[in-house]
């Protein structure tokens, strides 16, 4: 049986050696949620697939049959994000939420929504929005989006001046939050909700 074929929009969220002859690119797509696209390494870089962390572009991958692995077959980048890998908070709060996408299934209806909350992170981080507060909100709104009530059953526990810094965070579009500081102790606090009392993951493991 022949091996199914995609042509998607996708967003790199990293990559790593696989072996001695494969590199695995893990990619956000827009058909089919995080899939991870081989590439046979080469010492001849004109067969090298050019691909940063948080490149965006449409991707050719031939999928293993019942399978979200597959070969990268083209790669045509539209939007690459350099500038990120200057910031390092910025940097690490987008690896955080990489991790997190990565980390959980999706389903089909959940796609888009998905990789609209990641692009309007990932907007905010290289120009510049507050890091932490960033991922934060972004944090929050993928728990409400999976159908938790993270707002009743963890922002409202939160001690009053967390939770009066908090709402103000998750009351503002993510373009805005430049002002609102977010420490690492409120971001620690959501992340234990979530691992604690959602079925969600937030440590990633490479397929």
């Known amino acids: 049986m022949a091996s199914p074929e995609i ?7 990293g990559s790593e050696p696989r072996g001695d002859r494969y590199l695995a690119h ?27 962390l948080f490149d965006e572009g449409e991707f050719r991958i031939e999928l293993k049959p019942g ?23 910025a940097f690490e709060m987008a690896a955080r939420l990489a991790n997190v996408l990565l980390s959980n299934p999706v389903s089909s209806e959940s796609i888009d929504d998905s990789l609209e909350l990641l ?6 981080w290289e120009n510049g929005m507050n890091p ?13 989006q999976e159908g938790y009530p993270v707002n009743e ?15 103000k ?21 959501l992340e234990h909700y979530v691992e604690h009392h959602t079925h ?8």
């Not at 373009?175 to 420490?183: I, Q």
């Open 169 to 189: 965070i998750i009351n503002l579009p993510i373009k805005e939050l430049t002002p609102n500081a977010a420490d690492l102790g409120t971001i620690e606090s």
């Open 132 to 144: 932490k507060a960033t991922y934060l909100k972004c944090l929050y709104l993928y728990c409400r």
């Open 26 to 52: 893990r990619l956000y797509t827009q058909q089919q949620g995080p899939l991870t696209a081989l590439v046979r390494r080469s010492s001849k870089p004109e067969r090298q697939f050019a691909i940063d």
């Open 200 to 207: 969600i993951r937030i440590r990633n493991k490479m397929a």
């Open 119 to 124: 692009t309007r992170g990932l907007d905010s």
């Open 7 to 13: 042509s998607t929009f996708a967003i790199s969220l």
């Open 67 to 89: 399978s979200f692995t597959g070969f990268l077959k083209e790669a045509h980048i539209s939007r690459k994000r350099g500038k990120l890998a200057l910031k390092y908070e």
């Open 153 to 167: 059953e963890w922002v409202t526990r939160l001690p009053d001046p967390d939770r009066a810094s908090t709402v």
